[in-house]
């Protein structure tokens, strides 16, 4: 026997006696997943005296998640006499147990010191996924359509669907990340008079992380030397001091205005440590680096540093105009030697015309404010990109070896922070005693001195062959908009409605002449960043078979642009009712979605080209422009073309739905102590609407600098039960 496909089965060289369908995510024996579980626990108690009062809080939470190991593999394993282990049963799970507290001190009426402190510790399990040989989702989206397919002819166990390894192996891979961080400061305000104040904040931020992935010997997917057994630890250490200082003086110099004048500095010094200790063919029964036959090890070091100072100036004219001037300096040890300090000016209006005597309409719009900025902003280069490095190497002379050095990177000691140049106009509206609310933005972002890896001659003989440069040029503009109505507003039933959205467009203007590149991701100037091109094609079914195959479909020669890498569209709508007497009970539900972007169906593409079991490939009853899709990608050469893969992200989604009630005073003083209470059930995830043909229009990962869909298990639809105690 042989599996067909729409090509062969065209030209009559392979002859349909069956198609199989099978879906492992929904047979029982086959599936992976399961219902997971959270329980989340959270205590908080304030109190204290004028002089001193403090506010401790504790939450736990205990995640088990929906993969979890098929039944049929627990079969095999009792077949095998092989014991279960509690991380194969369940492979993904979270901990979490945070501590908080804040304490405020005042000494005197002039001085507040508050003292503040957080704790964080949780340890996570993750299984392999995504674009991974050994993960998950490359074997359960790439098997067969038919459970009985095992992995060699004639074997016994059955692959289940799975395409080469099953999560029985898959799971013995153990992956697993612990985090602990804690971050304290102490922010004194003084105000030593009733026109000047004074702020200082002093913190750290300090987190150590640890992760290991580590497969025993004879365990895990039978991949490379995987089963002779390796360990993969690293360590990392994030030090992050803050200092910071401001005063602002306040006056009235006359009746009709108002100043305030504020000037201070800030310093944050980050250091991050990282270690690496990996080890290969582990013997039977190790667990430890020191047991590998091949062992290596790595350390790193970075440290960033940037001193900045700021003076800003405002007014209020009559109490309706604000007018407001500033100016920063900022020097980091991410820039270049021959660059000293950078300088961020801002200025801002904004005009509560609404208030004055003369407005029109006082009774319908209780609120109207116009208001527009100008200002700029930095973005540094990375901690070490203006730095040369030098890496050893061995010459030749005098018919000897001799130690050397040659360049890593160049570095580049002109190296300066991109500059973001903003303009920004909007305004609030507040109708009918604000029964409608509105708020509009456009914005207009240029950045100038973008930073961009510039290609470097290879007759320089470094290792990097690019080096970071300022020759870029790029343009965002857009709108942001809020809108809150509340059309209904009775005693026992209330309505209110909250719509959110964006639109952003951006164009590269600048790229310093380099080449745009030959990918489907592309940064072209007159495009935006990251761009989508590839070959459009066009097909027809030119023999009316019902089937398109290769030579029916006829592609472009030249690559094209496509559109967007990212949606351009946000939206948000959030409706609540309130029910009873004070709203007693309130339904809320949230439906968002995106769109005017392409996300790259890499899953389905994969299960084209090299998986060989999506519906298009083989079956000839699949849609014919899905049909065309995978035919356009198995031309051969230059002629072939991912753009039939490229899909609308365009969705809307029901992103959840809760219902509260608030326990009445009588019921929950009933309970020992208690002085309110309530009940809240919600749901998340739990409807889309998309025309996309992957799993999810959300499924992504990172794959260079874009989103694509590739074997990712989708957002998790939950319901929450939560139950809040007052004492």
């Not at 729409?6 to 086959?30: E, G, M, Q």
């Not at 750290?204 to 360990?231: H, M, T, V, W």
């Not at 914005?443 to 001659?457: F, G, M």
């Not at 080096?467 to 809150?484: K, P």
Request: contains cysteine; charged residues 20%; glycine residues 10%.
């Amino acid at each position: 026997a042989s599996d067909c496909q729409i090509n062969t089965i065209a030209n009559a060289t392979c002859v349909v006696d069956s198609i199989t369908t099978f879906n492992l995510w929904k047979d029982p024996r086959a599936t992976p997943l399961k219902t997971g579980d959270r329980q989340q626990y959270g205590l908080n108690v304030s109190g204290g005296t004028e002089a001193v009062n403090y506010f401790v809080a504790l939450e736990q939470e205990s995640t088990t998640g929906t993969i979890g190991l098929p039944r049929f593999e627990q079969d095999r394993f009792a077949r095998q006499g092989i014991p279960v282990k509690e991380a194969w049963l369940d492979p993904n799970t979270f901990q979490r147990f945070s501590l908080r507290s804040n304490i405020t001190l005042r000494p005197s009426a002039k001085l507040t010191v508050p003292v503040n402190s957080y704790f964080l510790s949780s340890q996570q399990r993750a299984p392999q996924d995504g674009n991974n040989t050994t993960g998950l989702g490359s074997h359960a989206f790439g098997g067969a359509g038919t459970r009985l397919r095992t992995l060699t002819a004639g074997g016994t166990d059955s692959l289940y669907g799975y395409r080469q390894f099953t999560p029985g192996d898959i799971f013995q891979q153990f992956a697993g990340i612990d985090l602990q961080r804690w971050i304290g400061s102490i922010s004194p305000t003084w105000t030593p008079t009733s026109w000047l104040a004074a702020r200082g904040n002093a913190g750290l931020d300090y987190s150590a992380e640890s992760f290991d992935n580590i497969c025993l010997r004879d365990e895990c997917p039978n991949f490379g030397q995987n089963r002779l057994g390796f360990k993969n630890t690293s360590r990392t250490r994030q030090f992050q001091w803050t200092a910071d200082w401001s005063a602002t003086a306040s006056f009235r110099p006359l009746a009709w205005l108002s100043t305030r004048t504020t000037a201070g500095f800030q310093f944050v010094h980050r250091q991050d440590d990282a270690y690496s200790a990996n080890a290969a063919q582990l013997p039977p029964g190790g667990i430890t680096i020191s047991q590998g036959a091949v062992p290596s090890v790595s350390e790193g070091t970075t440290v960033s540093k940037t001193a900045g100072i700021f003076v800003e100036q405002n007014f209020q004219v009559r109490d309706l105009v604000d007018v407001v001037a500033s100016v920063r300096g900022d020097q980091n040890s991410a820039f270049g030697k021959n660059f000293g300090t950078a300088y961020y000016p801002r200025a801002g209006v904004s005009y509560r015309i609404s208030e004055e005597d003369w407005f029109p309409l006082a009774d319908k719009i209780n609120q109207l404010r116009l208001r527009t900025s100008w200002g700029q902003a930095g973005i540094r280069p990375g901690t070490t990109a203006a730095l040369q490095f030098f890496g050893s190497n061995v010459y030749r002379d005098n018919n000897a070896d001799l130690p050397g050095l040659i360049y890593q990177t160049l570095g580049n000691a002109n190296l300066r922070p991109e500059t973001v140049t903003e303009v920004e106009g909007g305004m609030d509206l507040g109708l009918f005693n604000d029964r409608l609310t509105t708020s509009v933005t456009y914005y207009s972002k240029k950045s100038s001195d973008a930073i961009v890896n510039q290609p470097l001659a290879p007759s320089i003989g470094t290792g990097s062959t690019t080096r970071a440069a300022n020759i870029g040029s790029i343009r965002n503009w857009g709108w942001e908009y809020l809108v809150t109505a509340r059309p209904v507003q009775r005693e026992l039933f209330r309505w209110d409605v909250t719509l959110n959205g964006s639109r952003n467009s951006n164009e590269i203007l600048d790229l310093g002449n380099l080449p745009p590149g030959t990918g489907t991701s592309r940064n072209v100037v007159g495009y935006p960043i990251n761009s989508v091109w590839d070959r459009p094609y066009t097909f027809a079914d030119a023999n009316g078979n019902g089937m398109i195959e290769i030579a029916e479909v006829n592609g472009d020669s030249t690559m094209r642009f496509l559109g967007y890498s990212i949606p351009r569209t946000e939206l948000s709508i959030q409706n609540g009712f309130d029910l009873l007497k004070d709203g007693q009970l309130r339904f809320t539900f949230l439906v968002d979605g995106k769109f005017g972007g392409l996300l790259n169906n890499t899953t389905e593409r994969f299960r084209c080209a090299t998986r060989l079991n999506s519906q298009e490939r083989i079956d000839p009853k699949a849609p014919l422009d899905r049909q065309a899709r995978c035919a356009a990608f198995q031309k051969p050469g230059v002629l072939s073309t991912n753009a039939g893969f490229f899909e609308p992200t365009d969705y809307w989604r029901l992103r959840e739905l809760a219902v509260t009630w608030r326990i009445p005073q009588g019921l929950v003083t009933r309970l020992p102590r208690v002085q309110n209470g309530t009940i809240t059930l919600s749901g998340r995830n739990l409807k889309l609407w998309s025309d996309f043909t992957g799993v999810d229009p959300e499924t992504t990962a990172s794959v260079g600098n874009i989103q694509d869909e590739f074997q990712i298990t989708p957002p998790l639809q939950t319901w929450t039960l939560r139950f809040n105690l007052g004492f």
